[in-house]
């Protein structure tokens, strides 16, 4: 078992631990020592439910600890304010109080959506977060983030409440389908593009490895990469200023996802957005020339899908991203590499880049006919 620390700073709620534990659902009660509560709730969507409720159940039930089920339909859709509110309103009816705790059994909808009942519930009540996708393993689950969609605009409702504890099972990978496997390996190469050249080069040695599910590298990239997104958010805990870096690929990708109707994977989204982004970025003279063609390489290698099919219309996608949470006065702010393993800062200290529409949309064209060529050359 690997345990990391996550010291966050006073002006948040807490420090928590980390654990990276295969088989370590079955030791659930260990972990809720850092929550101590009157009852636990255990929320997850219906397939997890189904999959991993018993089994989360029995192990705090083993431990001595009073624990109840909550289910929700599975599917990006219903992170909504409607389930969030029929959750509620379920953990009232059932008498649970200010003495309980979340436990956010599942992926990363599951997490977004019981952390943001967990941190409005009663004003506030602890959750523990337990992954079972290896996106929601390596990202989502760390660093506080909640919440849910509204009007096609992911998380656009949300707080930051940090977890009491995350437990990482690797072993839970196992009944995950591929496509959702492979598709959490793009937060991991998203977080060594920006800040670790070293940890790129791992992940593209061992690309076969990890596409193929191989558990000792999926467990080894988890722990790279939680801890390296645990520094960022030790570093930025309320999102002010360096933690805008882990966003490099989501402009674009959330307005892919958005454009799709969430058909497309949040890991496919990012994978496509950082090829995008990159080529930007070399577009404006900013990213050293072929980022974007390594990127394309290694992310094709660890199993990602060319998704990026004419006809995209530029217009369409950049009127998606416009609600984008990093966008100040209107104009969209991107994160753009300077080489593999760094951030660009931009020439106002910031590390997100301001670049309106009408100046983005013929490198952004660009962008996408390279990467359009580059699909071609390779089908």
């Not at 200023?241 to 890991?267: D, K, P, Q, W, Y």
């Amino acid at each position: 078992m690997t345990v990391i620390r996550v010291e966050v700073p006073a002006s948040a709620r807490t420090g928590y631990e980390i654990r990276v534990d295969p088989g370590g659902l079955d030791r659930l009660a260990d972990v809720c020592a850092a929550a101590p509560a009157h009852r636990y709730a255990v929320i997850a969507d219906s397939h997890v439910a189904q999959l991993y409720g018993r089994r989360a159940l029995s192990a705090l039930e083993t431990g001595g600890l009073d624990a109840a089920m909550f289910s929700f339909p599975a599917g990006e859709w219903n992170k909504s304010a409607a389930q969030w509110a029929d959750l509620c309103s379920e953990l009232m009816g059932e008498g649970f109080g200010r003495d309980s705790v979340v436990i956010a059994l599942g992926g990363g909808v599951t997490g977004d959506l019981a952390g943001f009942v967990a941190s409005t519930y009663m004003r506030g009540v602890p959750v523990i977060q337990v992954p079972t996708t290896l996106l929601s393993m390596v990202d989502s689950s760390v660093g506080g983030k909640t919440g849910i969609d509204a009007g096609q605009v992911k998380n656009a409702i949300g707080t930051l409440h940090h977890p009491a504890a995350v437990l990482v099972d690797p072993e839970l990978l196992s009944t995950l389908p591929k496509y959702q496997r492979v598709s959490g390996i793009a937060e991991a190469v998203k977080v060594a593009a920006i800040r670790d050249a070293e940890f790129f080069d791992w992940i593209s040695d061992r690309s076969v490895a990890l596409e193929s599910g191989d558990l000792e590298a999926t467990t080894a990239l988890i722990e790279r990469s939680v801890r390296s997104k645990a520094e960022v958010v030790v570093a930025d805990p309320e999102e002010r200023g360096l933690r805008a870096i882990l966003n490099f690929g989501h402009t674009f990708g959330h307005a892919l996802e958005s454009l799709s109707g969430f058909a497309v994977l949040h890991g496919e989204a990012v994978a496509a957005g950082m090829r995008m982004e990159a080529r930007l970025g070399e577009s404006l003279g900013v990213t050293t020339p072929g980022v974007g063609e390594i990127l394309d390489e290694v992310l094709a290698r660890c199993g990602f899908p060319e998704i990026l099919e004419p006809p995209l219309d530029v217009d369409e996608l950049l009127e998606r991203a416009r609600p984008d949470k990093k966008a100040r006065g209107g104009a969209l702010r991107w994160v753009l590499l300077s080489e593999l393993g760094a951030v660009a800062l931009a020439q106002d200290g910031e590390f997100t880049h301001e670049i309106p529409a009408e100046v983005c949309r013929d490198p952004l064209s660009d962008a996408l006919r390279i990467a359009f060529e580059a699909a071609d050359s390779t089908a």
